[in-house]
């Protein structure tokens, strides 16, 4: 590989660049020992290093973006490249086997057609090579000069040395935005693919899901992209089941834990929660699967409801809901703590008991905080995937039957892009379309949250 | 009792009955929200010591297998070989040549009769092979080999199987030549079709190369984003604007980074699906975000007269933070990225997004070729329907948790270690 050569021949030249200019500015110490330089000859070396190793790396993405298509012209100007058929599908086939075996010099080749063009592209990687190594090593030799020939005792190599590590520092941070942009971009560009075969009106509001990724991809029927029973079943699992467990549960057991609880025994029990939250969802579903989806089946057969389904909704939402405990209790931990304890201690004068005081006067003033810590909860748990995808089932069904199976956003999104059909389908650019809904809507409710949050915690301060 | 009397102060009458009963009302309801509040902790305790319980129990069984007892006597069997022809590379195919597949065959019927015989893997010559080859000694003389079991026989073993199985594996196990033995090849083979020769290195090592390239991108990225807002950051719009991606970032669900994966890295990369290097890349944008979050915290803890001792000196507000700043936040810093790797360990859905879920029967070589993870190889198990694939999953699982386990008990570790009141 061209670019792993390069990228080793940037750090040698730089490592080089480095000791000549270290070793030049300790000279001009020894020899000028009445005037000091302006900067530590580290920073001498550290300026030539960069300058030679920031352009030799921009050189080498770039010459690995450009190098194919340069061996690729060359290859198929040569006259081998005459017999090709003419595109498609198989012209790549042999290209892509005559590239193979050049690069790996194993001429056991599949393809006949193949063989004639290893020759030409042996050739072409050698050419490419040498022209990428020579010029790498041009843009070296000339970066490396210059900067060595500004190597002075009164230089200012610090200043531009820590210039460049505040670029480095802002790149770094710019990265956030740019994973945003790209998600938000790579959301948006293949939802509006497939707004263009299906309207968003079938799709926001239509009550039958059923996406056939066999059918012809040009004529897509869009009665089968109603979306509505994918979010009722996200809702349903996500936001009503889980939070009937994960609510209770999780705000009594905050209560005790900071009310009642002796601090010793908080010390070992929150912990204990706390690895609820830290065991990975895969494991989650599997126990879903495994243990929890035959068990409410059985049981809803032995009260005589015959038609319980092995995969259910309920079974997601409750595996869900308890995977959501400790997001719960540790935010209404952080709420409850941030009510002052006067208000606590007043009520407890009066004569209240703690019982009172807890749900009179603690849980009201933190209300907000908890309301907050909730809305974040199912925030999470509509985004949740590997439980439902192994517990709930993939029947789009629209009803209130926790019995039944279920489908939601996230499994329809693994479902349509881990099947067999093609990017250009509308069966698999649904799935586009599915992941930014649930990207806008956990963004608003993340952002609702948090700012129900901080305006509450200003209350008391 | 005396309630309606007028005490000596001359009060009304505070202990009357309806207040003894009202009191007893109010202390009842009291005890009982504590117990309610108990209870749950207990019911989520509970739940949890279940899940784990549940999943050793499962699991202790996936690290075994079922193993037949065939005495091969290699003198008599023609097979030759010494520890120089015996190598690495070459030994498996000389052996095969020579017929070590036949011989184990035939060795297996001499040593179980015609019909347990079948019992024995098709495979099993591997295994022989393997030992050969590990200690070419064995061909001087007769020696007893445990060899795995079919699928088959190894569930009439549990009891599962055919009746017919059942009774065979009943037969063998009473003669001795039948049981359950300790699989060290589990740790050591990749995925394969039947639950007998299914192993966990494969998705161990692409879970290993993974987090590797997640670490390396994530997190010099996140301690660099991290000082720069920290430390130099301007307060203005493009500030804020950063802070809240970062923030948005930490919220969003893993899926989405996913589908960011398949649209942008695999169209990138076309050649690399299911490689550790593009699984790596969507993980780190997805740690990248809590290594931010935990690293700012742990930079705010650092008193400023450490900055001004430093700035007081002489030194550039760069020297400040990578001679001063940095190193007395590294140790936060770790913590949260020992927390943020964790999760990315234990994650699945984005990995499902860009392809790691094809059947990878050898261990990656590279960050480049295809590979399989831990969690994934969790999934996949869980949809076999062979019945022996439900402890190998358990037995995954547990693998999976004992590292994750390992991680987080590091990251208290160091909290604990390096916790400073300035």
Known sequence: MTSITLLLIAFGLALAGWLAARARAWSFQRETDARRLAARPNYHGWYVALWIAVPLLAFTVLWSLIEPALILQSVLASPAAQSLPAFGFERDAILAEAKAAAISGNLSLFNPAAESLVAPYVQAIQKYRLIGIGVAAAIALVAGTFSFLRVKPDFTARTRVERTVMIVLLLASLVAILTTFGIFASLVFETVRFFGMVSPIDFLFGTFWGPDPMSNPDNPDPTRYGAIPLFWGTIYIGAIIAMIVAIPLGLMSAIYLTQYADPRVRAWLKPALEILAGVPTVVYGYFAALTVAPAIRDAAVAVGISSA????????????????????????????????????????????????????????????????????????????????????????????????????????????????????????????????????????????????????????? | MSDAVINETGMAPTRTEAFRKRLERRYASERRFKLAGLSAVLISVAVLIFLLGNMTYNGLGGFQRAELEVTIDFPASGISGDASTLTEEGGLQALQIQGLPDVVAFYAEQSLGAEAAAGVSDEAWRDVAAQLIDNPQLLQGSHTFSLPATDNLASGLKNEGSAEMQALADRLEAEGKLSSNFDPGFLARADATSPQKVGIWGALKGSILTMIVTLLLAFPIGVLAALYLEEYAPKNRWTDLIEVSINNLAAVPSIIFGLLGLAVFLWMFPNFRSAPLIGGMTLALMTMPVIVISGRNAIKAVPPSIRDGALAIGASPVQVVFHHVLPLALPGILTGTIIGMARALGETAPLLMIGMRAFVASPPDGFTSPATVLPVQIFLWSDEIDRGFVERTSAAIIILLLFLLLMNGLAIYLRNKFEKKW
């Open chain 1, 309 to 461: 389904s092995s995969e259910s909704a309920l079974a997601a939402g409750v595996v869900m809901g308890v995977m959501i405990i400790p997001f719960v209790s540790s935010m209404a931990d952080d709420s409850i703590a941030a009510v002052p304890s006067a208000m606590r201690d007043g009520s407890l004068a009066l004569g209240a008991t703690t019982s009172e005081t807890i749900r009179r006067v603690i849980v009201p003033a933190a209300l907000p905080g908890i309301v907050g810590g909730v809305m974040l909860a199912i925030s999470r748990a509509i985004g949740e995937t590997m439980i439902v995808v192994m517990a709930a089932g993939a029947a789009a069904n629209l009803t209130a039957n926790p019995l039944e199976a279920m489908t939601t956003v996230t499994f329809q999104i693994v479902a349509m892009l881990t099947g067999e059909g093609s990017f250009d389908h509308p069966a698999t650019l649904s799935a586009f379309a599915l992941g930014l809904v649930l990207f806008l809507v956990t963004l608003a409710l993340n952002f609702v949250a948090l700012r129900v949050v901080k305006r509450f915690r200003e209350a008391y301060e």
